[in-house]
């Protein structure tokens, strides 16, 4: 059974560029949510994507997209670089709401290491 | 005021002492996560609960559904605990679930 990846592990970017960051799911996982941590606090839910489609967002404007992909591996996409979007994003891949309707506590999420991206 | 709040923030004890972290929240959840982050900046799940308590070696979590209140227990601390603590509540919103995170406790546990 295969983790989380994520990838890259580190990135530099310049503002104003656009950035990609990608993530593949545990297997048998069918859900993937991202995350943004900045420095010294806990993460932030960005959204959500299950059956290929956004399902749930956060605080967070439109230039944060992203893509959910048959085999269930997803991208976060950032246009127009911001210096405060410098932090470490996360991504959590789970079991989707047909299997784990609201309060099945049996479903978990397995994590990535992450991606740490520093906007300059 | 966020959803979730822990304390304490940091905590540093001596190799051996018995550490409480607490974990409040004030919205309704379908489940409590106690996660491990290590400087790398990785995440581990520890604990998933919905009621009651659970063990895994040292470690101990409790949940009071009531009271809308966790704690994470470790006993017999070694310096390989020492990481940031966080704990998250399982929100189901319109069809999505989705995570709040606490801020984290960073442990310290000198040898």
């Known amino acids: 059974e295969t983790g989380v990846t994520q990838s890259p592990t580190h990135l530099i970017k310049t503002r104003g560029q656009q950035v990609t960051l990608r993530c593949s799911s545990q297997s048998g996982h069918n859900t993937v949510s991202w995350y943004q941590q900045a420095l010294g606090q806990g993460p932030q839910f960005i959204f959500q994507y299950y059956r290929e489609e956004e399902n749930g967002r956060g605080n967070f404007p439109p230039r944060f997209s992203g893509l959910q992909f048959p085999n269930y591996s997803s991208e976060l996409n950032v246009n127009a670089l911001e210096l405060d979007d410098s932090a470490l994003y996360l991504c959590?891949?789970?079991?989707?709401?047909?299997?784990?309707?609201?309060?099945?506590?049996?479903?978990?999420?397995?994590f990535g290491s992450g991606t740490r991206l520093t906007v300059v | 005021k966020n959803e979730v709040e822990q304390s304490p923030q940091n905590l540093t004890a001596q190799e051996g002492e018995f550490i409480t972290i607490n974990c409040s929240y004030s919205?309704?959840?379908?489940?409590l996560h106690w996660l491990q982050q290590h400087p790398g900046g990785g995440i581990v799940s520890l604990f998933m609960l919905s009621s009651g308590k659970k063990k895994h070696g040292r470690l101990i979590a409790t949940i009071n559904i009531q009271e809308k209140h966790s704690s994470l227990h470790i006993t017999a601390s070694h310096p390989r605990d020492s990481a940031v603590y966080i704990c998250a509540v399982r929100l189901f919103i319109q069809g999505a679930q989705k995570l709040v995170f606490g801020q984290g406790t960073r442990l310290t546990i000198n040898p």
């Open positions: 919205v309704g959840i379908s489940a």
């Open positions: 959590a891949s789970s079991l989707g709401l047909e299997f784990a309707p609201q309060a099945k506590p049996n479903y978990g999420y397995t």
